[in-house]
């Protein structure tokens, strides 16, 4: 009888049991699912471009090695650009430089070709043959991330690296102050009357050029100038090179052996230069020439070397 009872009193705690089980399915089923999409995860900052010189936004432009010309960027020089490219989130530098030519008036004559890739944080351009009328150098250096959300490039367009123009708090070409125009390297120097006030195109005489006929008590100053296209003539745009010379190597020769003045018809080459370290040059009278002939300069013929 007993065990009837205890039987009954089982069969209520298995029925209490599962139906608290059941429960608990239901009520763990009820909180299982999923939520809506967020919008798409951003990084903290898009690129920057920060000058080395000044932790502030711009680039910084430098000769690497030795300049060719004091003032004046020249064919063969190497020039650089260095920047930091900061980006908070971790993305890789992905920065591109374009450089331009442009003539005195501003205007784009073209992208050069001939250019180094990025390396690190530094862009290097080997200056090669500028087109005809290219009077200074700028770039379109275009800050950027190789990856990342947002991705929105920092433009800077600097129209004269010399001047840093559009290069708001980088440090522009040294030596250079936007002068132009881009020098060629290749030399040509005259020999012209100073009162002729020879300059680029001006027409002034040349006497080096063996036509005109140079006299006594005749004063002559050196030039020297970019000759772009290497015809010898001082042209309209080409840049005077004069006072980037060392003086001390300038030395007026005195040629050939001026047998015309000699009375025995024989002449003898000069015993010294006309004069050295000296921009110009006056033709003395035969007692003041340096020649070592009694006929003084007289004969011969003049020469400048720099």
């Given at each position: 009888m007993e065990t009837k009872m205890n039987n009954k009193k089982r069969r209520?705690?298995?029925?209490?049991?599962?139906?608290i089980a059941l429960a608990g399915y239901a009520y763990g089923a009820a909180f299982a699912g999923t939520t809506g999409t967020s919008a798409t995860i951003k990084g903290l900052d898009?690129?920057?471009?920060?000058?080395?010189?000044?932790?502030?936004?711009?680039v910084d432009f430098s000769f690497v090695g030795t300049q060719k010309t004091s003032g004046f960027i020249t064919v063969g020089d190497k020039i650089q650009v260095a920047?930091?490219?900061?980006?908070?989130?971790?993305?890789?530098?992905?920065?591109?430089?374009?450089?331009?030519?442009?003539?005195?008036?501003?205007?784009?004559?073209?992208?050069?070709?001939?250019?180094?890739?990025?390396?690190?944080?530094?862009?290097?351009?080997?200056?090669?043959?500028?087109?005809v009328g290219a009077h200074h150098l700028g770039a379109v250096i275009t800050g950027n991330s190789a990856t990342g959300d947002p991705r929105t490039p920092i433009v800077l367009t600097i129209a004269d690296i010399g001047q840093g123009v559009g290069n708001p708090n980088g440090e522009p070409l040294p030596d250079v102050g936007?002068?132009?125009p881009i020098i060629?390297?290749?030399?040509?120097?005259?020999?012209?009357?100073?009162?002729?006030?020879?300059?680029?195109?001006s027409g002034a005489t040349n006497y080096g050029a063996g036509v005109a006929v140079p006299k006594i008590g005749d004063v002559f100053e050196l030039k020297v100038w970019d000759d772009a296209n290497s015809n010898g003539i001082w042209d309209t745009g080409e840049a005077d090179?004069?006072?980037?010379?060392?003086?001390?190597?300038?030395?007026?020769?005195?040629?050939?052996?001026?047998a015309t003045a000699d009375s025995a018809g024989t002449g003898a080459a000069a015993a010294a230069p006309a004069a050295t370290s000296v921009l110009t040059y006056t033709i003395p009278v035969n007692g003041s020439s340096h020649s070592g002939q009694t006929w003084g300069d007289q004969g011969y013929t003049l020469r400048v070397s720099w």
């Open positions: 209520p705690l298995k029925k209490i049991a599962l139906a898009a690129s920057t471009l920060v000058a080395p010189s000044s932790g502030l936004l711009g920047y930091h490219h900061g980006d908070t989130d971790g993305d890789a530098d992905a920065t591109a430089v374009v450089w331009h030519w442009y003539n005195a008036g501003g205007t784009s004559l073209g992208t050069v070709t001939d250019s180094a890739p990025v390396e690190g944080e530094t862009y290097t351009f080997n200056v090669t043959a500028p087109p936007g002068g132009g060629s390297g290749t030399q040509a120097g005259g020999i012209f009357l100073t009162s002729s006030s020879a300059t680029a195109g090179l004069t006072s980037t010379l060392t003086v001390a190597n300038v030395t007026w020769n005195l040629g050939g052996m001026a």
